[in-house]
Structures are given as C-alpha cells and as structure tokens.
C-alpha cells in the first residue's frame, strides 16, 4: 500500500511501473539486451531488453 508521506513517491511510483512493466512484458527472463545510449553528460540511458525499448532521462533539467 502506497504510503502517500513517502519523501521520496515519485521514486515509488516509478518503481511500482517498472514492476507493473516486468509483470505485463516479462522482459527480465528474455535474452536479448544492448545498451543503444549511456551519455553520463546528458544523463540519458537508452537500452533494449526483450521486445521493449526503455528511455531514461535522469537529468535534473534537460528534457531530451
């Protein structure tokens, strides 16, 4: 159950899709994985796990 005085609940919300996301797709058990953009300047992760795509966006104030 969501605690909703968490100081950190986008980080919660984020990890509850993530879980939703393996849960649906099951991409952690597929074998095929590669990491097309890992650009620690831009803080960007772009990488394919299974059928998906995953995009990352960590910085602080670029939106990409």
Do not use: A, C
Not at 3 to 16: N, V
Not at 30 to 52: F, N, T
Request: avoid cysteine.
């Amino acid at each position: 159950m969501y605690d909703k005085d968490l100081r950190y609940g986008d980080l919660y919300r984020f990890d509850e899709k993530m879980n939703w996301t393996e849960i649906t797709f099951g991409s952690m058990i597929k074998p095929h994985q590669y990491i097309s953009v890992q650009d620690e300047g831009d803080k960007v992760i772009i990488y394919e796990k299974g059928d998906l795509i995953f995009i990352f966006n960590f910085h602080p104030n670029n939106s990409y």
